[in-house]
């Protein structure tokens, strides 16, 4: 599946068909900041994804610290993830969204791995990420791709080294 899975640094060429996937396929709660608009996919909700997103085009070294990659699977713009960095040198803090057609296909363990070798390539030494244990699916992709799992309450942090081998899908 990974070689199936290719990120593509979000910029103006791909804001709009991830924002078309987002729209069709995902609630804007779990796909971008909170920000005060009227409820659903309102233009002034469409509006802040594109901002949300345009604001991280400088990458690593920009003022966000944050590299956000569109997922394409088979050409097709499926979601995003992404990679920011912490105060912690050499750590990078990730989250991912899909498309509801896109999940459980595996293609979330093969974008996770796909960041883990960028951000690999970026030297960085590890990758974390916060999130609830009611998101099985994000908790399994991290579990699937080597992450160390720490549970505190209702919140489960991540936590990848990327000199380990990730586990055999």
Known sequence: ???????????ERNLEPLLSVAV?????????????????WSAARREAFREFHRASFAGLDGPTRTLMYAILAGGEVVGMVRMSRCDEPGVVETGMWLGRSARGQGLG????????????????????????R???????????????????????HAEICLDATPPAL
Request: hydrophobic letters at 50%.
């Open 1 to 11: 599946m990974r070689g199936a899975v290719r990120l593509e640094p979000v910029d």
């Open 24 to 40: 069709a396929e995902a609630e804007p709660d779990d796909v971008m900041p909170p920000v005060e608009a009227p409820a659903g």
């Open 109 to 132: 363990v093969a974008a996770l791995r796909e960041l883990m070798d960028a951000a690999a390539a970026a030297g960085m030494q590890a990758v974390v990420a916060d999130t609830t």
């Open 134 to 156: 009611d998101n099985a699916g994000a908790v399994e992709v991290l579990r699937k791709c080597g992450a160390k799992l720490l549970e505190n309450g209702d919140r489960v």
